[in-house]
């Protein structure tokens, strides 16, 4: 309930004097850069557009989950865009894709920026288009059960406007705070895809942008409609979508079993799978997994070994999981054990803080092949100085999506470089083993060739048509471009890194002497250099943009800086002796401290206190700006969007059936 | 209006006529309020503002160091009306009665009375209490008599001063039962010295558990101002005794004075001596020095107290103060009565041998609340005298460690202006509530409130009426 404040009358306590009316509008200082295509876009004046020019937020753009090597970005690649736009309508992003072509510059489309392959990343500098803040969701068809979203929308907003209508999205990638596009973009295969199958099953109809500046629309059954299905951006800048969503399941009920070694629940997960229970999902979690998480839950809540996840939904499938459980003979664990690792299905990124970094492989692994290839995996991590965990969501009835993850210090230059190699080397021995790359990207480019040959024609066939000049995230996917003439494309050409990582593979032993030296290297070498408490949390965030997509200060600032994500960048930047300008140093400042970041955090980061030691860093170095810290306040408590997003986002956590629960609907 | 009989030659003041006024200004507090609420900020809090913009009392503010933050819930403005709470997008907000506050006080100087005197001083308004009343409806001392047909169920429309004036003047001093004139006109009564107050309220700083100068002299101002008198020991603001004040210092002598060595300050009109078996002889002495002085004698109520008011208004004292406890009972004696039963029966006594009017009632302690002051009119005093009532309105918490030196609000240096206000902003607040009391029952005047136990139900009465004459089964034959 909401009493208006129209009509209270006069202030009859001291306290309480009538409040100077909000600022009607809010625009923080920016910093001039000298940037001609940034330049001659301003002058465009376009509407729904925002040119960002400024390095220190370009620096946000050249890169994106993952972190990338530092002589990797700057010297192999042009990973830093010459100019960053936010699109946020259509027209806006045609008449952006219009400049773009008419200058002839690499146009890279990119969403929430969550994805760790580098597709959104610029390997030859050029436009990045960042379509997140085109965030309405059109319409929803209750009848029909169909949804049509524009292509920013986060897959959790759209499930939380669908709640309210007793409907819920088919299936979701595990960061629910990628964008629509991104997804469709990307992979596409994620939580439910047992079930619901391959994104491309749900979604019926694409809106895209190419580069000639039109608008094409595909629906399901066109020719080209399968093409735009983790097209990495190459084909044009998807702008909307419709998909078919379904009835949110009455019940959902996650239950898990432990198991003695991982082929026994392998083998069930696949009994599991074909029966007639249709449950909605299934995790094949390792035992190293329930380490870390006792560990972090400071108590030994689950016992160490190979676990599978199930979630059933709806009574009639719960029976059935009953009725299939006493069969086998095996019982499950608790309920709230269960339930707690289904929650955590949105945080697979918790164990980064024990480097602080994690690195690892995704394939999509026939199921056939998967026993053999996890053991063949945890024998080459052996063999590599490797502790992993193994996490496989089953995709459908014959094929698993496979992640080993292992933890590694990512302050550790060489060492971290080391460890990624070793990631490329788990990839290609699975990939040799008949499992295809999940995403391309620029790390899996060395395993393109992987992919399907008629998926590959078709892609071929696409660009030609709808891309003849290659400008949409130009000199990826088919080749890989980057600096001195494309030195990175050769030493990731799959014809060499192949081989070549298999030779490393096939003298395990040698090669791990070989990387020893390089850790020993790094552990004399570096491990004296101490870490900040602050670079420290930096290095424990994921980067997955959680944060960005809930944070107040961006929706009002519209520059990353502002979010957590922003924030951790510019601390990484400082350590790396980047200058931070007095712009930059201010917009720290603008923050709304309502900690929705922190709830969103995939890593559980404290990061209020983080920002308040930053920018008590930032106040010895520029100052601070009261005034514009105190507007922007008032200024973003008086949008309605800002009480939408508090009544929406934040609320997760607190009990529903509180008092005033719900408050929004009443 | 001042009546200033110095002469016995009866002559016709020219009256101005204006009217009393008791003009109150906000007089915030010194020390930092015990809130009755409080309210709890969990860390759930997300600093949206959105308390800040449902409170209409102003509790919840942004942090003026950092205004993206919230600052600390002023708790003492809050009114409890849940508002904050309801609209908090997070349930981040929670109340609680302040533990402070619950534990503030005792007997019948309730939390919820020490905090109504703070409130009363800082305003010097009537206070709003919020909806409904939630305590019980009869209980022991002056909670045991309702006044009739004058419960305050809100201001009325038109304000207390809007209306016909009602007179809250009381005279102290005896007063003679006729006057006789010769036959040329001339009076020939001696005409007894007399008082008059605007107010029927005194404040005695004789009781308090510690003062200091700069108290009473705001005490002694807030007097002037307010028409009345300051009664406290002899010898106590020597600046104030030689000044135009002195009119308003009533010196309190304490038993075993000399009589004979008596000093009082030039332009004093009242004095107190306490009470002791010479009393008479003592009341003699002082006479034959100052005859133009109202004499008062203090004495602790006990079971005797009519008998001797009696004999003291026999004897033509001017003034009994009759003292209770805290607790407004009467002191030293375990079985002691209530002072509404106490000055009922000095009031019948005085009444049965026509001798009412030949002396005033002073009655002091257990005066915690405004209503306090009608209900010990109606049981029969003229004048209510202040004692605790005073040091809670400079914000004492009644914790009693002034006795071992230490005072959590600093009551010893309160500054005498401040003190003037927020001592005049009770009497102010105080005298609108009598205002209101009379206004509801007709009466012009609070004079005519003395002694009218018609105006009151007593619970005892009420339960009398309702049960005495059942049998209950048990009958006599």
């Given amino acids: ?666 | 209006m001042s009546l200033a009989h110095r002469s016995t030659a009866w002559e016709v003041v020219p009256l101005t006529y204006e009217r009393y006024h008791v003009s109150t200004k906000s007089v915030p507090n010194r020390a930092a309020p015990i809130p009755k609420f409080v309210i709890i900020r969990s860390d759930n809090c997300i600093n949206c503002g959105k308390c800040e913009r449902a409170c209409i009392y102003g509790v919840h503010k942004r942090s003026e160091q950092d205004p993206r933050k919230m600052a600390d819930p002023i708790n003492n403005l809050c009114k409890n009306c849940f508002r904050c709470i309801q609209d908090c997008p997070q349930r981040a907000l929670a109340m609680a009665p302040g533990p402070d506050y619950k534990s503030l006080g005792r007997g019948v100087w309730t939390s919820l009375r020490i905090s109504t005197i703070w409130g009363e001083s800082e305003t010097g308004k009537i206070p709003v209490l919020g909806a409904g009343y939630r305590g019980r409806f009869a209980g022991p001392g002056f909670d045991g008599m309702w006044t009739d047909m004058s419960e305050i169920v809100r201001p009325t429309r038109d304000g207390i001063h809007g209306r016909e004036y009602i007179s809250t003047s009381v005279d102290i001093g005896r007063k003679p039962q006729l006057l006789e004139f010769s036959a040329d006109g001339a009076m020939r009564t001696d005409m007894p010295p007399i008082v008059e107050l605007q107010v029927p309220v005194v404040m005695d700083a004789t009781r308090l558990r510690s003062f200091s100068d700069e108290m009473l002299a705001g005490f002694a101002s807030a007097a002037r101002h307010l028409n009345t008198l300051l009664i406290a020991p002899v010898g106590v603001l020597p600046e104030v005794s030689d000044s135009d004040l002195s009119g308003l210092l009533v010196p309190v002598f304490p038993e075993g004075t000399d009589p004979r060595g008596l000093m009082l300050a030039r332009g004093t009109r009242m004095a107190e001596l306490t009470f002791s078996p010479s009393w008479k002889q003592d009341l003699k002495m002082f006479r034959s020095q100052y005859p133009f002085a109202v004499v008062g004698i203090r004495m602790n109520a006990d079971k005797n107290v009519e008998q001797r008011v009696l004999e003291m208004a026999k004897a033509s004292v001017d003034v009994a103060h009759i003292i209770f406890d805290e607790e407004g009972v009467e002191p030293d004696n375990p079985e002691g009565r209530h002072a509404k039963d106490s000055l009922r029966a000095v009031h019948k006594a005085l009444v049965a041998k026509a001798l009412r009017d030949r002396i005033t009632i002073i009655s002091g302690g257990g005066i915690a609340a405004a209503e306090h002051v009608p209900k010990t009119i109606i049981c029969g005093a003229d004048v209510v005298a202040l004692e605790k009532a005073l040091a809670i309105a400079l914000e004492c918490r009644d914790c009693v460690t002034c006795s071992k030196g230490s005072c959590p609000v600093g009551l010893h240096t309160a500054p005498r202006d401040w003190v003037e206000g927020r001592v005049t902003n009770l009497v102010g607040a105080w005298r609108d509530q009598l205002l209101e009391v009379l206004g509801a029952m007709g009466l012009r005047e609070v004079r005519r409130l003395r002694g009218e136990v018609g105006r009151a139900i007593f619970f005892e009465d009420v339960e009398r009426e309702a049960f005495a004459d059942m049998t209950g089964g048990a009958t006599d034959g």
């Fill in chain 1, 1 to 666: 309930m909401h009493i208006q404040n129209e009509g209270v009358g006069r202030a009859i306590y001291p306290g309480n004097a009538t409040p100077a009316p909000p600022p009607t509008e809010f625009s923080p200082k920016t910093e001039r850069a000298e940037n001609k295509v940034a330049s001659e876009l301003a002058a465009l004046n376009l509407k729904d557009v925002r040119v960002a020019s400024a390095s220190g937020e370009r620096m946000l753009y050249s890169r994106d989950q993952s972190e990338i090597p530092k002589f990797m970005k700057d010297i192999l690649f042009d990973a830093q865009p010459e100019v960053v736009v936010h699109a946020d309508s259509l027209e806006a992003v045609i008449a952006v894709v219009r400049f773009a072509a008419s200058k002839g510059l690499p146009i890279i489309p990119r969403g929430s920026g969550s994805s760790p392959f580098g597709g959104s990343v610029p390997v030859t500098g050029g436009i990045v288009v960042d379509i997140s803040g085109m965030d309405k969701i059109i319409s929803i068809d209750v009848q029909k059960k169909t949804a049509r979203v524009e292509a920013g929308v986060r897959w959790a907003d759209l499930d939380h406007e669908l709640e309210k209508k007793g409907l819920a999205i088919n299936t979701s990638p595990s960061s629910k705070f990628s964008t629509v596009a991104g997804w469709i973009s990307t992979g596409g295969m994620g939580l439910n895809s047992l079930s619901k199958g391959h994104l491309s099953w749900s979604v019926l109809e694409v809106e895209i942008v190419t580069p000639d500046g039109s608008k094409r629309t595909f629906s399901k059954g066109d020719l080209m409609f399968p093409a735009v299905f983790g097209s990495e951006g190459q084909l044009g800048i998807i702008t909307s979508a419709t998909m078919s969503v379904r009835e949110m399941p009455k019940k959902s009920r996650p239950h898990i079993l432990f198991f003695d070694d991982s082929k026994s629940a392998l083998s069930f997960a696949h009994a599991l799978a074909k029966s007639d229970v249709h449950p909605a999902h299934i995790v094949f979690e390792s035992a190293s997994k329930f380490r870390y998480v006792n560990r972090a839950l400071g108590q030994e809540h689950f016992k160490e070994s190979d676990a599978i996840l199930v979630n059933v939904e709806g009574d009639e499938s719960e029976r059935s999981f009953e009725v299939f459980l006493k069969s086998t003979g095996l019982t499950e664990e608790k309920e709230y054990l269960a339930r707690y690792m289904w929650n955590e299905r949105f945080f697979p990124m918790k164990v980064r803080k024990y480097g602080p970094g994690m690195l690892g492989s995704e394939v999509v692994v026939p199921l056939r092949i998967l026993p053999d290839a996890l053991a063949k995996t945890a024998d080459l991590c052996a063999d590599i100085g490797l502790s992993p965990l193994f996490e496989i969501h089953f995709i459908s009835v014959d094929s698993g999506l496979l992640l080993t993850y292992y933890i590694t210090d990512q302050g550790n230059t060489i060492g971290y470089a080391l460890d990624a190699v070793k990631s490329m080397m788990l990839t290609s021995m699975l990939i040799d083993l008949g499992a295809r790359p999940y995403s391309i990207g620029i790390w899996n480019y060395p395993f393109s060739n992987a992919e399907e040959k008629a998926r590959m024609e078709q892609m071929k066939a696409a660009k030609a048509s709808l891309d003849p000049r290659g400008l949409m995230n130009s000199g990826k996917y088919f080749t890989l471009s980057g600096r001195f003439g494309g030195v990175a494309g050769l030493f990731f050409n799959p014809s060499f890194m192949r081989p070549a990582l298999k030779t490393m593979r096939v003298f395990s032993p040698l090669t791990n002497r070989v990387m020893r030296m390089g850790y020993e290297f790094a552990e004399r070498k570096l491990r004296p250099k101490s870490r900040t408490e602050l670079l420290k949390v930096a290095d424990e965030c994921a980067m997955c943009g959680a944060c960005v997509s809930v944070c107040p200060a961006y929706l009002v600032v519209g520059d990353e800086r502002v979010t957590g994500r922003g924030k951790l960048l510019t601390v990484k930047a400082m350590a790396g002796g980047a200058k931070i300008t007095k712009e930059h140093s201010d917009r720290i400042f603008l923050c709304t401290r309502c900690k929705a970041c922190e709830q969103v955090c995939q890593s559980k980061l404290e990061l209020v206190k983080t920002y308040e030691s930053l920018e008590k860093e930032l106040e010895a170095m520029h100052g601070k700006d009261a005034a514009e810290i105190e507007k922007f306040v008032k200024y973003t408590e008086s949008l309605p969007e800002y009480d939408r997003l508090i009544e929406r986002g934040l609320v997760s956590g607190a009990p529903k059936h509180g008092m005033g629960g719900g408050s929004a609907d009443l």
